[in-house]
């Protein structure tokens, strides 16, 4: 089942490389700001007006888990939780909202080296709550389209 041409892959223009970018969704404030946090992750979202696109930035810091190994394990579970999400389909999920740009941050300390069943209950853990936080975002763009729609 395609999934709006990101079945496969985390497209290059839909990452948030540099970091004024990353700075400029980090420091929001006001009205399309949207910020959640779960038990690992912390998301926030800049929700604007204009051009149909989707970009994410995922950022795993060596205070939380020193080993890039472990980064790049928390990132590639990000990765997948977000192309699994309705977010990166804007056609699939029609909003007023339709310029979305997000950061998704590692909050906690990962206890790593984990092994064996240990890390794929971590695994687990960690994309259920990744899953949760976007989940609860596209129910947080539905309120908001809706208030855009009333108004």
């Known amino acids: 089942?395609?999934?709006?041409?990101?079945a496969n892959s985390f497209p290059q223009k839909a990452k948030i490389k540099k970091s004024q970018?990353?700075?400029?969704?980090?420091?929001?404030?006001?009205?399309g700001v949207v910020r959640l946090s779960g038990q690992w992750f912390e998301l926030?979202?800049?929700?604007?007006?204009?051009?149909?696109?989707?970009?994410?930035?995922l950022t795993v810091g060596k205070h939380f888990s020193k080993r890039s190994v472990d980064r790049n394990?928390?990132?590639?579970i990000l990765r997948e939780a977000i192309r699994h999400s309705v977010l990166t389909h804007p056609a699939e999920s029609?909003?007023?909202?339709?310029?979305?740009?997000?950061?998704l941050r590692l909050k906690k300390k990962v206890p790593m080296p984990a092994e064996g069943a240990r890390l794929n209950s971590l695994k687990k853990?960690?994309?259920?709550?990744?899953?949760?936080?976007?989940?609860?975002?596209?129910?947080?763009?539905?309120?908001?389209?809706?208030?855009k729609k009333d108004d």
């Open 1 to 6: 089942m395609a999934l709006g041409g990101w």
């Open 21 to 31: 970018d990353f700075l400029t969704v980090l420091k929001a404030r006001g009205k």
């Open 44 to 57: 926030k979202a800049v929700l604007t007006q204009g051009k149909v696109s989707s970009r994410f930035g």
């Open 73 to 76: 394990l928390v990132k590639r």
């Open 94 to 103: 029609p909003s007023a909202l339709q310029s979305r740009t997000f950061v």
């Open 125 to 147: 853990e960690l994309s259920e709550d990744a899953n949760r936080l976007l989940s609860q975002l596209e129910a947080r763009i539905q309120v908001l389209d809706q208030g």
